[in-house]
């Protein structure tokens, strides 16, 4: 069943800033300079507490990033990060300014995570094992909860608007920007920070790992010998507003689809009808045919199943000239913060006119159509879409514009 | 802002010692008791047999609600747009997580990993109903409930549908009791689901209409202080006070707080 609500109930979203922090680096420099020298930013895995054997897309750096006074009870991989991710292409000053504007508690704040602050309460588990008294820093109640993350970033902000955790896997801080489009067109707020930040830690590494999705090597996505995933860990964040009330120089978020695969929650829906629903409502939405997107930045995950279907479903759906790859290749999959990353990747196709090839892919399976590219391309991209099919069915995909 | 108006169309609650909404409604309004005996885990006949067993509590209690609201609203969950909100999700896999990965971390069940994510209740869900609608599993730290009220009260008027609301927390399990300080008193695990339609609902049954404002403006940034995890029921109880006193006489409309809304519950008997 198609889910074609009426386009007019989602107005377009204006970008006021956006910015990411991943293995490539800090900041959007950083991860367009490695999508131009098609750079994997994956090493071997040494962040897990006890060995296990991977690559990974690790953000260095994070032992070494000091909290404020303030934050220092939220102390933990994952807010560190998010720290980062926050002081990149001085995105925090652009929220400042904006909350001068419009207010404090008009600024809401919502954010994408698969496991949070878990690594602390792992932490505790472990001193508790060893026999070592619980260190009384780590039981923060605040921090021992899914949400810690988006009241880490309200404090960090100085936000006072309507906050909430979403928490569907990769699809999360993709699905975020369709809760932020509903905040500000019901007018609980002016200005919204959406985000997405996930770390590397024990549930997440060990976790894959059991699920056998976890590849050996640097992950392949769209190759014909892809062996699976590489895990990686990033923060994203975007400032947006509502369209009518920005300056018209900046790009938009113009559609967003969403659906579920309703079949297993770690395999996808064998025929890709689901995720091709998804992809027909976010055209929809922002009044698009698949003809007027330039660049496709897909989920493409490298695992055998995720790829095929995928594939299949771009062959189906878009012409031969769409130019579409995966750059989980270059990041590692940031599982919740996938959707932001890959946002901001589309974004910069558009800003900068160059569409990144998929890295790490050296033959193309056999289910690519002509649109899966592994080189990346000059060109100019007036629209860019990007998938996000999460763990457990969850599928939301996003359209974005240049500035009108 | 513009009060956001929807219709609650059916309502499904479950505790051990108020194992559904007939108990909590009446207790509620002050008629009943709860039971002396804690009634055992639900078995949600929605989940096949063997998967109804070895699911975990949050899976259980969760479907077996949602299941009940849409069976109250009789409407076809296929169609229905869903959103699972709790604050901790389900701690007794925490706890086995963490536990695992503390003693020797290759031994982590891939099945237990997939229980673990916050969405794998919406999961079960989806895959139990077939329903390829959007799904959503947030949180909110004390407000998780009244986040996830607010995003389906969004949706329902953003798309003019009837879309599922459920709210779930589970008992605490070893260290994962004093870290996150939740509290589940006397009441145990908890759920309760709501199927909420627009305020012209055109097919299905009415229970009551609900008007949500926003009441944060101006408020301080949520402290990071050491206070401990308020009772996440406790949110839940004046929305459902209210919309079990909603048919007695002389009760226009009912205001309930569950910060940051502020909500008003009217009877279908003064629409």
């Keep these: 069943m198609l889910d074609l609500d009426a386009p007019q109930a989602h107005p377009p979203l204006a970008v006021l800033a956006a910015t990411a922090t991943t293995a490539a680096g800090r900041g959007r420099d950083a991860l367009h300079r490695a999508l131009v020298e098609a750079r994997a930013a994956l090493v071997p895995n040494d962040v897990s507490s006890q060995p296990l054997t991977t690559m990974v897309g690790e953000v260095a750096g994070l032992d070494a990033v000091v909290l404020p006074a303030a934050l220092a009870r939220l102390d933990c991989r994952n807010h560190r990060l998010a720290w980062l991710g926050l002081h990149g292409d001085d995105f925090a000053a652009a929220v400042a300014t904006t909350m001068t504007r419009v207010g404090a508690a008009r600024v809401g704040v919502v954010v994408g995570t698969t496991t949070s602050s878990i690594a602390a309460t792992e932490a505790a588990y472990r001193d508790q094992r060893a026999g070592r008294a619980l260190d009384a820093a780590r039981h923060e109640p605040a921090l021992h909860q899914l949400h810690a993350l988006g009241l880490f970033v309200q404090v960090a902000l100085g936000a006072a608007g309507p906050a909430l955790t979403v928490s569907t896997a990769c699809s999360s801080s993709a699905k975020a920007f369709a809760v932020a489009q509903r905040w500000l067109n019901l007018g609980v707020c002016d200005a919204v920070v959406v985000g997405g ?203 974005f514009g240049g500035a009108s | 802002m513009t009060p956001v108006d929807v219709a609650v169309q059916g309502i499904a609650y479950w505790s051990p010692t108020l194992p559904g909404w007939t108990h909590a409604r009446t207790w509620l309004r002050g008629e009943g008791r709860p039971l002396a005996e804690p009634a055992p885990l639900p078995s949600p006949a929605i989940l096949g047999v063997a998967e109804r067993r070895r699911a975990p509590e949050s899976a259980r209690i969760a479907l077996h609600v949602a299941a009940q609201a849409v069976e109250a609203a009789g409407v076809d969950a296929r169609a229905l747009r869903s959103v699972f909100a709790s604050a901790h999700g389900d701690l007794a896999i925490t706890h086995d997580t963490c536990t695992t990965l503390a003693r020797a971390p290759h ?153 940051p809304l502020e909500l008003f519950v009217q009877g279908t008997m003064f629409s």
């Design chain 2, 107 to 259: 031994e982590l069940s891939p099945i237990r990993f997939m229980n673990s994510v916050h969405n794998a209740v919406a999961g079960h869900w989806g895959a139990a109903t077939g329903s390829t609608r959007a799904s959503t599993a947030v949180a909110a730290g004390p407000a998780s409930f009244a986040m996830g009220l607010f995003e389906a009260a969004a949706q329902v008027v953003t798309v003019d549908e009837p879309v599922l609301l459920v709210g779930y927390e589970t008992e605490p399990v070893g260290l994962t009791g004093a870290l996150t300080g939740a509290r589940t008193g006397n009441v145990g695990p908890c759920a309760v689901a709501m199927l909420l339609g627009p305020r012209r609902a055109r097919e299905g049954y009415v229970a009551a209409w609900l008007r949500m404002r926003w009441v944060q403006a101006g408020a301080a940034p949520v402290s990071t202080s050491r206070d401990v995890d308020p009772t996440v029921f406790a949110a839940w109880q004046p929305l459902l006070a209210a919309l079990a006193q909603v048919d007695l006489p002389a009760r226009a409309s009912i205001r309930a707080v569950i910060h």
């Design chain 1, 197 to 399: 930040v996930d770390s590397l830690c024990d549930s997440v590494l060990f976790g894959f790992n059991a699920l056998q999705l976890v590849s050996p090597e640097a992950c392949r996505p769209f190759d014909a010998h892809r062996r699976g995933i590489s895990l990686g860990e990033a923060a994203g964040f975007a400032l947006v507003a509502r369209a009518a009330d920005a300056p018209p120089d900046v790009p938009r978020l113009l559609g967003v689809g969403e659906s579920s695969d309703a079949h297993h929650m770690t395999a996808p829906q064998p025929e890709g009808a689901s995720i091709e629903a998804a992809v027909r409502q976010a055209l929809a939405r922002a009044r698009l045919d698949a003809s007027d997107i330039d660049y496709l930045n897909g989920h493409g995950t490298a695992t055998p199943m995720n790829d095929a279907v995928e594939a299949a479903m771009v062959a189906r759906v878009f012409a031969p000239t769409l130019h579409a790859s995966s750059t989980k290749g270059c990041t590692g999959h940031t599982l919740g913060a996938a959707g932001i990353v890959e946002a901001l990747i589309c974004l910069l196709a558009i800003e900068r006119g160059f569409a990144p090839g998929t890295v790490g892919c050296g033959e193309l399976d056999a289910t690519c159509g002509p649109q899966i590219r592994r080189h990346g391309e000059v060109r100019r991209v007036r629209h860019a879409m990007s998938n996000a099919f999460g763990f457990g069915g969850t599928n939301a995909v996003l359209v």
